[in-house]
């Protein structure tokens, strides 16, 4: 049976034409296998109208719903809290799989993953039994965490203040990549002691406003806009202390990188396989090639084999990173700070190779495909505008430091969500 609901939730806050609210639950996903299915089952509906989303700017508000309430935003909470509690390497692939059919959906939850991790590492039993059961129930996590005209992403303005038993948040954010769509905006902000914390703001609260204003050239249906929190109170078991899970060694910001990576290897993989299919179907052999077809151009050939090894050492290396955040979580205790930078240089070894094969591949594309390639109709520029909008995330040239200092000087990598 499809693991994609017929009749897909209600958008948040809306209702029944009686008043009532909307009560369908997500289909809840059992196991590493049916996870990977269902992506694919995902993806291949995804990608029926993605072209026509990105050039229309069309918001996918139905399409997350499918999405979500396959059960595939659910996968990582733990078994004993009634989930998959997926293995990473089955996160990435599934990720990968949904990027390369829209890498737009495959963002959205990106930092809903990350979220949920945060509940899991710092979040007390009733928070978790709360928020694992919304997120089953197919319930989706936003985000406020960056702000425009700081001096650097960790230079935080908003204040998440204790007052009366409850939390007050007051700020502007922006690149809130999925607050548009999300059942919970979850605002970074920072106390008094600047420690960071985490309100998980309902949609529809009082305060809470959400701005449709992305206007980036790529990654264009991510509604990554503002996300405005005025003096929004909430209720002491929606906060979470965020600080604790870069304060102390853990995988949160290896995770978080590791699934940016997935998407990149996504798009990727998708600029690979429409170039393949281009020239196959449409593009002519160069006038010196002496060859009937531009699949048999000797140098089209080279070029094709070149953008295969590339894609699949990013692969390799994306599969080795999440096999080794598997072998840190399961190893029986908490992981050390030796595991985390380990975990750390890992991810950025992969996440180097996926982000020069997303911008590789899609600028590839029009070499080997010719001209008619660039017709507004193919849309194919697509890939590229995306490629280099989600890879400017956390700069890769950041990366070769990080690992080349861990190598050759013993630096461990600081911990942070970019790490």
Same mark, same amino acid.
């Given at each position: 049976?499809?693991?994609?609901p017929?009749n897909?939730?209600t958008? @948040? ?5 009686d ?6 639950l997500a ?9 990977i ?7 291949a509906r995804?990608a ?8 229309e700017r069309r918001l ?22 009634? =989930? ?8 990435t692939?599934?990720?990968k799989?949904?990027a390369a ?7 959205l939850p990106q *930092?809903?993953?990350g ?9 007390t039993?009733?928070?978790? /039994?709360?928020?694992?059961?919304e997120i089953?129930?197919?319930?989706r996590?936003? *985000?406020?965490?960056?702000?425009k005209?700081t001096?650097?992403v ?7 203040t204790?007052e009366d038993?409850e939390?007050?948040?007051?700020g502007t954010k ?11 905006? @979850? ?13 998980y703001i309902p949609? =529809? ?5 959400v701005?449709?204003d992305?206007?980036g050239f790529g990654?264009?249906?991510t ?8 003096q929004v ?5 929606? $906060?979470?202390?965020a #600080?604790? $899970? ?5 995988l949160?910001?290896?995770i978080? /990188?590791?699934?940016?990576a997935?998407?990149d290897?996504?798009?990727?993989r998708a ?5 393949l299919? #281009? ?6 052999p160069w006038?010196?090639?002496g ?7 000797? %140098?089209?050939?080279?070029e094709?084999?070149?953008l295969h090894i ?14 080794? %955040?598997?072998?840190?979580a399961t190893q ?12 750390s ?9 996926t982000t ?9 594309? #029009? ?7 660039t017709?507004?109709?193919? *849309?194919?520029?697509?890939h590229?505008r ?8 956390? @700069?890769?040239?950041?990366k070769y430091h ?5 190598? %050759?000087?013993g630096i461990k990598?600081?911990?942070? @969500?970019? *790490?």
């Amino acid at each position: 049976m499809s693991a994609i609901p017929q009749n897909t939730a209600t958008r @948040p806050g809306s209702t029944h034409s009686d008043g009532s609210s909307e009560k369908a639950l997500a289909h809840i996903i059992r196991d590493d296998a049916e996870a990977i299915a269902s992506a694919h089952e995902v993806a291949a509906r995804l990608a029926v109208h993605a072209s026509e989303r990105d050039r229309e700017r069309r918001l996918p508000r139905e399409e997350i719903d499918w999405f979500s309430q396959a059960g595939l935003w659910a996968i990582t909470v733990p078994k004993e809290y009634g =989930g998959a509690g997926v293995s990473y390497v089955t996160l990435t692939e599934v990720i990968k799989i949904i990027a390369a059919a829209d890498p737009s959906l495959a963002q959205l939850p990106q *930092n809903h993953l990350g979220l949920v991790d945060v509940i899991a590492l710092t979040g007390t039993h009733e928070q978790k /039994q709360f928020f694992f059961g919304e997120i089953l129930r197919g319930k989706r996590f936003g *985000n406020g965490f960056s702000e425009k005209g700081t001096k650097h992403v960790l230079d935080l303005k908003t204040r998440v203040t204790a007052e009366d038993g409850e939390y007050v948040v007051h700020g502007t954010k922006f690149y809130s990549t999925g607050a548009l769509f999300a059942h919970y905006v @979850p605002i970074l902000g920072l106390d008094d002691e600047r420690r960071g914390w985490l309100a998980y703001i309902p949609a =529809g609260t009082a305060g809470l406003q959400v701005i449709d204003d992305w206007s980036g050239f790529g990654q264009r249906t991510t509604a990554s806009g503002t996300v405005i929190a005025d003096q929004v109170r909430v209720a002491a078991s929606h $906060v979470f202390p965020a #600080f604790r $899970v870069s304060d102390q060694p853990t995988l949160n910001g290896p995770i978080s /990188q590791v699934i940016q990576a997935a998407i990149d290897a996504g798009i990727g993989r998708a600029a690979v396989d429409d170039t393949l299919k #281009f020239v196959r179907e449409r593009s002519r052999p160069w006038i010196d090639s002496g060859v009937e077809r531009a699949s048999d151009d000797p %140098l089209v050939i080279r070029e094709v084999g070149h953008l295969h090894i590339q894609l699949h050492a990013a692969e390799a290396l994306l599969e080795r990173a999440a096999r080794t %955040l598997d072998a840190i979580a399961t190893q029986g205790h908490a992981p050390s700070e030796d595991d985390i930078a380990r975990a750390s240089v890992a991810v950025g070894e992969a996440k180097v190779l996926t982000t020069e094969i997303a911008l590789l591949a899609s600028e590839k594309l #029009f070499e080997l495909a010719g001209t008619q390639s660039t017709l507004a109709a193919h *849309n194919l520029d697509r890939h590229w505008r995306n490629a280099r909008t989600h890879t400017l995330h956390d @700069p890769v040239r950041w990366k070769y430091h990080l690992v080349g200092n861990y190598y %050759l000087n013993g630096i461990k990598p600081a911990r942070h @969500p970019w *790490n």
